[in-house]
């Protein structure tokens, strides 16, 4: 696993294997084998575009939704975490330390097509105790990509 | 009325104003440029040290510090230079505070050089060091360094222009506008020439920490440099602290406790809130430091790899944030060069000539940009210099 190459692409996955090796100080041919064993291994998982829908027309609405479930014995959280992964609804799916147990990320046409997919189709569930639905308003940063309020270049040309 | 030119001095009166200044106000007036001329890091200054900053402005302790700058930032200058270069210092009065390496720099050409006394500048270099020697009626001894020789410094060169009137030798190592680095072998090599002189050196190394490949040499490091050399560091490079305007001088206490005196009666003493910021810096800037030296580098790979594809020759320089291609292959003069590229594609470099005479035929490009910056001003200025073969044709 070479980390540099990782965080290149995770900056930029558009880079190619020959741009990484030039930028790296390495041959093209070991840096194209590289890559194609961290995706044979799951290490790269996948490559996708930040997109921010906002500036598009299509109506998206993201959510956060805390669960708090009660783990089965043998299975832990794993079994809740799988069932509710199964949803194309649901983007992301993490195991929290703290107040709650799973947070997960829920995209849906409006408020409440997000509200009706979660009291329909989450908060029915055995090991669901409760939840906590919070509706993202704004994305100001999104996979470390600015998109709200980021800055020009201020710097002066001082000519020196 | 007053004739203000009559009133000023013959030496300010015929000091050069930065030559690159009528270019830069031409491109400020361009829209949608993209500047590749800039000569500081494109990094904000790392939190934590900005939040030193904020701390000391938030308790209120913003009174003047010593002279010399306050003692705790000096011990962790001393520490830093001692741990990083290898080179020892006395905190308390082999080290002054400076604002910016440029106070520096000002403070030891005045306190050195007088009417008549020589001072060898290998060009192409920064443009405040020649001005600075003419203020004090100083003789700029220009020494042109060589492409074929990278740009470096050889003794030869060093020994060819001393004469019994040579004060000082300014050593601009990491170079800006070449990028251009020393390596032990050149460094020996002055110190042999300078052997049996009482000249002294100005090791302006405020690009030390940004070296690639290989690690910087400081100069007083090289055994008999060391008591000959005043060592000027600071925080603007390494450490993304421009605007904080903080740097400093490391030398024989001889020398600094009468460069002190000027300093005391120009500046007083350097910011106190940017000194508790770069106390911060010594002690826990490290990590920030490599990381955008990484970037750095990765951007320096990409931009000599690109540069040499669309068929501009360029040395592979090692050091600061810059390159220096060759240009002549298109028959243009660098300001030629600059100015239609400027025009024609909205790209502005640096023409070679704003650094010494020698840096005709070369630009200086900055890679003080985002990968993707980089690449947008290399398409253009392919396009450019496709479209002057065309017109050859």
Redesign the interface.
Known sequence: MNKDILN?LES?AHLSAK?IA????LEEADVAAEIAEMEKENIICGYKAVVNWEKTERQLVEALIELRVVPKPDFGFDEIAKKIMDFPEVTDVYLMSGGFDLAITVTGKSFQEIAYFVAGKISILESVVSTATHFVLKKYKNNNVIFEGESS?E?R???? | MIDYEKMLTKEVRELKPSGIRKFFDIAAEMKNVISLSIGEPDFKTPWNIREAGVKNLNEGATWYSSNQGMIKLRQEVCNYQKRRFGVSYHPEDECLITVGGSEGIDLIIRALVSEGDEVLIPQPCYVAYEPLVELQKGVPVIINTKPENQFRLTKEEVLEHLTDKTKLLILPYPNNPTGAVLTEKELIGISEALEGTNVLVLSDEIYGELTYEREHISAPSIGSLYERTLLIGGFSKAFAMTGWRLGYVLGPEAIIKHINKIHQYAIMCAPTTSQHAAIEALKNGSESVSKMRKEYDMRRRYLLSALSKIGLECFPAKGAFYLFPSIKSTGLTSEEFCTRLLYSKNVAVVPGTAFGDSGEGFVRISYSYSLNHLKEAISRIEEFLNELKEDKK
Do not use: P
Request: glycine letters at 16%.
């Open positions: 290149l930029d741009e030039v930028m790296l100080g270049d710097r040309e001082l000519g020196l």
